[in-house]
């Protein structure tokens, strides 16, 4: 029997996109761990947390070669989602599966526990990505909340999940990097338009989709209250943020590749049940199905 969820957070099949209160606590409860109270408050308030230097420069070079053999071992594979012009490697996904060395780094306290602090429970992957944008090449991804998609085509009941982008080449700023409306992970912004069957792989590549981002109305709104935030780093810098923080990022037309390990840390008191908004759950890759709690 399919076990019916209350949709707390509807989007998708409308006409306008609709803004909603979060319902959902951004930290849940009081978990020790890795951040002390002041980045766990500002976290708490803005969505994010930033750190210079989450990984040795050692691991940045060892992640930045398994990013190099996968692209060539690879090839066609669905996991690897390549630019539309010139077939540049965009996003190699499920690669703390596809690497011994991303599934023992992730697992480490200094990385795992953040996750665990704020979510306030064991976790599991919902999601892992190696992002690159070489430079001259790389495309943009557009204004987006990850929770909305996730919600929408996974079926993740609430925004009880974070990322953690890790900077694996210098960002600029001006080569690609990261953008958040701070204080945006408090509203959720539903979708217009119904999502099409297999809509996924049109999704990843496509530099304005269709559904699953707000309109131009809404987001120059929520810029107006909420402002943008670029983030820069070294290498092995890292951002810490809520899955329901808008957020996107320029195409890179400077010379300076711009690099990135992502990774999505679910609770495993928040796993996914059947879609809210599609036919059917999205690829494994993209949303994992198997929730065993990270050792």
Not at 48 to 66: I, M, P, S
Not at 117 to 141: A, E, T
Not at 211 to 229: Q, Y
Request: proline share 7%.
């Amino acid at each position: 029997m399919r076990t019916v969820v209350k949709d707390a957070y509807p989007t998708r099949n409308r006409i306008v996109p609709e803004s909603i209160a979060r319902m959902d606590p951004v930290v849940w409860g009081s978990s020790p761990g890795p951040l002390d109270s002041s980045a766990v408050d500002a976290y708490e308030t803005r969505g994010f947390h930033t750190t210079e230097a989450l990984l040795a420069a050692n691991d940045v070079g060892n992640l930045l070669e398994e990013t190099s053999r996968l692209g060539r071992e690879l090839g066609n594979d669905e996991r690897v989602v390549r630019e539309h012009a010139g077939g540049d490697v965009r996003s190699i996904f499920d690669v703390h599966r596809l690497s011994d060395l991303v599934d023992s780094i992730v697992r480490r306290p200094g990385i795992a526990g953040i996750a665990r602090q704020l979510l306030g429970s064991d976790v599991y992957i919902h999601q892992s990505r190696l992002n690159v944008k070489p430079g001259f090449r790389g495309g943009p991804f557009y204004w987006h909340s990850d929770f909305e998609t996730w919600h929408a085509e996974d079926g993740m009941p609430t925004p009880r999940a974070l990322s953690i982008s890790i900077a694996l080449t210098e960002n600029y700023g001006y080569n690609g990097g990261l953008m958040i409306m701070p204080g945006s992970h408090k509203t959720f912004v539903s979708s217009a338009g119904e999502t099409p069957d297999d809509y996924y792989r049109e999704s990843l590549v496509t530099h304005v989709p269709p559904t699953g981002s707000p309109d131009e109305d809404t987001l120059t709104r929520m810029c107006a209250e909420f402002g943008i935030t670029t983030f820069r780093g070294s290498a092995g810098s890292a951002t810490v943020f809520d899955s329901n923080c808008m957020h996107g990022s320029n195409g890179n037309i400077t010379p300076l590749p711009r690099s990135n390990l992502f990774v999505v840390f679910n609770s495993v008191e928040n796993t996914p049940v059947e879609p809210f908004a599609a036919s059917k759950p999205r690829p494994s890759y993209l949303g994992s199905r198997d929730f065993t709690p990270l050792s």
